[in-house]
Nanobody, 118 residues
Framework: QVQPVESGGGLVQAGGSLRLSCAAS????????MGWYRQAPGREREFVAG????????YYRDSVKGRFTISRDNVKNTVHLQMNNLKPEDTAMYYC???????????WGQGTQVAVSS
């Protein structure tokens, strides 16, 4: 199993921006929609944003709509998450993975940490 590799996290002040990147395996990227997920300490992992493979349509959890934008580069097998107007409640470890399908527990990468200070 080839895990995705996430990058781009960091520490920012509220209102700031970050752009996350994810390099996924070619087979996963070509076969499935891709999503970003996050997990804050003491909480379960949650869906943040997803982009379909077939038509590129994107979907977001309500709390990030209008602030986050997901995109995919079908040549480089990468997925990005542009995060603007960040809030302290966005603080979490962010992961990417296939979206819309069941994923194996060992398919998750290391994630990239996002911390937003107030």
């Amino acid at each position: 199993q080839v895990q995705p590799v996430e990058s781009g996290g960091g520490l920012v002040q509220a209102g700031g921006s970050l752009r996350l990147s994810c390099a996924a395996s070619g087979s996963t990227f070509r076969s499935y929609g891709m999503g970003w997920y996050r997990q804050a300490p003491g909480r379960e992992r949650e869906f943040v944003a997803g982009i379909r493979r077939s038509d590129g349509n994107s979907y977001y959890r309500d709390s990030v709509k209008g602030r986050f934008t997901i995109s995919r580069d079908n040549v480089k097998n990468t997925v990005h998450l542009q995060m603007n107007n960040l809030k302290p409640e966005d603080t979490a470890m962010y992961y990417c993975n296939a979206w819309g399908v069941d994923v194996r527990p060992d398919s998750w990468g290391q994630g990239t940490q996002v911390a937003v200070s107030s």
